[in-house]
């Protein structure tokens, strides 16, 4: 597989996005991924490499690039170090839906005269902050975006005045939402709003919630659960395969 780097302008700045090929060079269909708040690191490019084996596109946007050199990764990730989570603090505050959604449509732009992408809709699919930002992309770009792929994603039916569940009308996408168990991002209450607002507005989805904690699928989060991230691969790849791949 092949990685290049785009710079994608945007109304703030420049916005740098890995590209992702799978092997063979044809066209291929493009996936968008959003990295958790700990943004684009070793793991994340491991994730996008596994996601272009299986013969996409995958575009992945350092979604946090106002944030200049905060938005680094730590050498190790630790949820209680009080430092880690003040940068985090400060890099998601600058990354807001309105903006990430722009963001994403001059991406979007700039991948319809990329070579190696497949014209047509698009897929999504991100981790924590990065799941609210996949599934925010099926409403704020329901006419380019097919697929969405949610995983332990926070803020997806919160109160909120941004939360994405308030626009679920808008969604033309087939979504799947994995949520982790006891997920104060994402609670029972968040849960029964969403289901209530994706059934009111028909949309083709599946909402599952797995036997794993908030970060279950990230390898270097130290809730990592190997049997939770393997379903969330196998489903998202049965999304992407339904909803992306050319009709034979």
């Known amino acids: ?6 710079d994608v302008q945007t109304a703030d ?6 590209l992702h090929a799978p092997d063979g060079g044809a066209p291929a269909p493009v996936v968008i991924m959003y990295s958790d708040a700990y943004g684009v690191r070793e793991t994340v490019q491991r ?4 996601l272009a084996a299986a013969g996409y596109l995958v575009a992945l946007p350092n979604m946090f690039y106002r944030a200049g050199a905060d938005a680094a990764a730590p050498e190790k990730i630790d949820f209680a170090d009080p430092e880690q989570r003040a940068r985090l603090g400060r890099v998601v505050s600058q990354a807001t839906p309105q903006r990430v959604m722009a963001d994403t449509g001059a991406l979007l732009d700039a991948l319809a005269d990329e070579p190696g992408a497949l014209p047509g809709p698009v897929g999504t699919i991100g981790y924590c902050v990065g799941g609210r930002m996949a599934f925010t992309a099926a409403t704020a770009h329901p006419d380019r975006v097919a697929a969405a792929a949610s995983i332990h994603g926070g803020g997806l039916a919160s109160d909120d005045p941004s939360s994405p569940y308030l626009a679920a009308d808008r969604i033309r996408a087939a979504l799947y939402i994995a949520i982790a168990t006891g997920d104060a991002h994402h609670t029972d209450a968040d849960h029964a709003r969403l ?8 949309v083709d989805y599946e909402a599952e919630i797995l036997p794993a904690r908030h970060g279950f699928a990230l390898v270097d989060f130290p809730v990592y659960d190997e049997a939770a991230a393997e379903r969330h691969w196998e489903k998202s790849l049965a999304l992407f395969a339904r909803t992306l791949r050319p009709a034979a």
């Open 195 to 202: 289901v209530a607002a994706l059934d009111e507005a028909k």
């Open 47 to 50: 994730m996008a490499g596994r």
């Open 13 to 18: 700045g420049l916005m740098d996005v890995d």
């Open 1 to 6: 597989m092949a990685v290049s780097r785009r």
